[in-house]
């Protein structure tokens, strides 16, 4: 089972840029789906981006043009662009990776976007 470790939350203002970056355990990072996932104070965990071992990727439409999602697999690493981010940003941020029916998480990474 593949363990992932994110990092790169923090504090950041309205319009402000961060990025998440989500490590790897394991030799078979290559074949997976990778996504950031996040979840705000009282909703539910939501997608924001996905990408595929080839590299097709999928947004959130509050996310289109704002947020960029990319992988290294050398690195067994993902990572998620985050520009102009938005109060509404705000949210704990988790890293996914998918495997046919199989899942892992990671344990999140806090975003705040505050004045």
């Known amino acids: 089972q593949v363990q992932l470790v994110e990092s790169g939350g923090g504090l950041v203002q309205p319009g402000g840029s961060l990025r998440l970056s989500c490590a790897a355990s394991g030799s078979m990072f290559g074949i997976y789906d990778m996504g950031w996932y996040r979840q705000a104070p009282g909703k539910q965990r939501e997608l924001v981006a996905t990408?595929?071992?080839?590299?097709?990727?999928n947004y959130a439409d509050s996310v289109k043009g704002r947020f960029t999602i990319s992988r290294d697999n050398a690195k067994n690493t993902v990572y998620l662009q985050m520009n102009s981010l938005k109060p509404e940003d705000t949210a704990v941020y988790y890293c996914?990776?998918?495997?046919?029916?199989?899942?892992?998480w990671g344990q999140g990474t806090l975003v705040t976007v505050s004045s």
């Open positions: 996914n990776a998918h495997l046919f029916r199989t899942d892992a």
């Open positions: 990408i595929t071992p080839r590299r097709s990727t």
